[in-house]
């Protein structure tokens, strides 16, 4: 299942950094089978984007694992939480940086109060971007040429193994976080 995974999506797995997922996690790859790969186009640049705000609207939970911050995904999630969706982030050190920064520190303090709403930061580099919900999963990687994570490529899944893989996924990260409270 690994192998064909990897050969089902090749330039997806030859052009992007696989270093942030776990070794036991690249064992069990092959879960990702009934994937897609989206690709930003010519004539669509917003493609993965797009999607990916689908996938947040319809989502009936959120857990991501983020290294990166995006004004637009913030205000996706603060609809999302403040219309009762409960949502889990892990996000690196770096990530917590930016966050006590505007313009996401007041977005960030306004939605403390929902318990619904929790952030956990690890203290170890994190090179991917994985969100898993009720319905989707959705990964993205860095690129490996630029080791700058690529907002044009991401694979997406529907598959309840897929979902189930991403799932542990952000556990084993937030099992290893601290939950973050930013003042």
Known sequence: MTMGELMQHRE????????GIPQSFIYQIGDLINSEVKFDTTDNMFHVYTH?????????????ISSVMNPQIADVLSERIVAGVPVELVVSHSVREGLIQEPFKDK???LQRYAHFKVWMVDEP?????TVTDKHLSLGLNKKSTAVYDSS??????????????????????DRA????IK
């Open 108 to 110: 960030i303090l306004a």
């Open 126 to 130: 994190l090179s991917l971007g994985i």
């Open 178 to 181: 601290a939950l973050l409270e």
């Open 12 to 19: 997806f797995w030859a052009t992007h950094d696989i270093e």
């Open 52 to 64: 990916f705000v689908s996938i947040l609207q319809q989502a009936e939970y959120i857990h991501g």
């Open 153 to 174: 490529a991401d694979l997406y899944s529907s598959d309840p193994r897929a979902r189930d893989w991403a799932e542990r996924l952000f556990r084993y990260y937030r």
